[in-house]
């Protein structure tokens, strides 16, 4: 248990449904990340949010649309996904203002149908 | 743009049989690198973070080292459950996010 909670753990959706994937973390911490991993690819960072803030996105395709309502929770709203979408979706939290580790949770495995 | 690069990508090792995982470095202004440990459909378990060059860090049959441009993970006597892919990252001036290598896939057969 990192303290970084994902849920659901699997997801399946068709191309034109609308799915959302929920993030919680309970370690304090003031920045929270979406990354994609695909395989064999590396991890990808798709946003980050802090202090709330979204301070980047990483040139995401906008049917993934993100939403951090406070600092400890942040949602990633999927809509009109493609096959190629497919992938676990991770997401993380660190400290803002200090050079530390980040901690991962143990990622949504989606897949477009 | 910060680059890593970590080989090889796929390492078998019989148990015991000693060896080192490499992970490269472009990065501006180095605040910290970072070694996880993924298993299969888990997200990444934080191993390491190191800060400074010659800086090196321990836990049990892992040893992390660093240099100005490159990192290594040393596994001394490996065991079948040190299995799995091993990722290493970065963190420079342009923010507190990572950027991750492709990671090497450790196989340790008994």
């Known amino acids: 248990e990192t303290g970084v909670t994902q849920t659901p753990r699997h997801l399946v959706m068709g191309m034109t449904n609308k799915k959302s994937l929920k993030c919680e973390q309970h370690l304090g911490h003031n920045a929270m990340y979406w990354y994609k991993q695909s395989a064999k690819k590396p991890l990808e960072l798709m946003f980050v949010?802090?202090?709330?803030?979204?301070?980047e996105n990483n040139s995401v395709p906008s049917r993934f649309s993100p939403e951090c309502p406070n600092s400890s929770h942040l949602f990633l709203h999927l809509h009109t996904l493609q096959p190629e979408d497919s992938a676990l979706y991770l997401c993380?939290?660190?400290?803002?203002?200090?050079?530390?580790?980040?901690?991962f949770g143990q990622g949504t495995r989606l897949t477009v149908v | 743009e910060d680059q890593v690069t970590q080989s090889p990508e796929a390492l078998r090792l019989q148990e015991g049989e000693s060896s080192s995982l490499n992970c490269s470095y472009t990065v501006s202004g180095l605040r910290g690198l970072f070694w996880y440990r993924q298993d299969p459909g888990k997200g990444p378990e934080f191993l390491f973070t190191l800060y400074s060059a010659g800086e090196e860090k321990e836990k049990e049959r892992l040893k992390a080292t660093l240099t100005k441009k490159e990192s290594f993970l040393h596994i001394t006597a490996p065991k079948p459950e040190d299995s799995a892919t091993y990722l290493c990252a970065v963190q420079g001036n342009a923010g507190n996010m990572l950027t991750f290598g492709g990671g090497t896939r450790l196989m340790v057969k008994p």
């Open positions: 993380a939290s660190s400290h803002r203002d200090m050079d530390t580790e980040a901690f």
């Open positions: 949010y802090n202090f709330k803030e979204q301070t």
